[in-house]
């Protein structure tokens, strides 16, 4: 069983920054994906950002160039930086992991994960 806890969330002006944090129980290098989700009130979870195989990244065009993911493997710990936030990008974000291998252009699908956070809440104003 893996555990994730996400933590960084919380409120900011548009324009600002934030860092959520995700902590993996056991050895990062053992999932596939390791992912952020979000979720606005009312629309369906997508996913943000992903690191694939420990290596190569991926974003969603909302967020490209403005959120890096990043991870800590000594830490086991995953992150993803936000700057430039937008009130768009209000939403509870969660991380999530899979531990088998897939082809990279899965990886926005969050029924394809095998583990998640519980979920930390990012609110940008305008």
Excluded: H
Aim: proline content about 1%; hydrophobic content about 30%.
């Amino acid at each position: 069983q893996v555990q994730l806890v996400e933590s960084g969330g919380g409120s900011v002006q548009a324009g600002g920054s934030l860092r959520l944090s995700c902590a993996i129980s056991g050895n990062t290098n053992d999932n596939y994906y390791m992912s952020w989700f979000r979720q606005a009130t009312g629309k369906e979870r997508e996913g943000v950002a992903a690191i694939i195989d420990g290596g190569s990244t991926r974003y969603a065009d909302s967020v490209s160039g403005r959120f890096t993911i990043s991870t800590d493997n000594a830490k086991n710990t995953l992150y993803l930086q936000m700057n430039s936030l937008k009130p768009e990008d209000t939403a509870m974000y969660y991380c999530a992991v899979r531990r088998r291998y897939l082809s990279a252009g899965y990886w926005r699908r969050a029924e394809q994960y095998d583990y998640w956070g519980q979920g930390t809440q990012v609110t940008v104003s305008s």
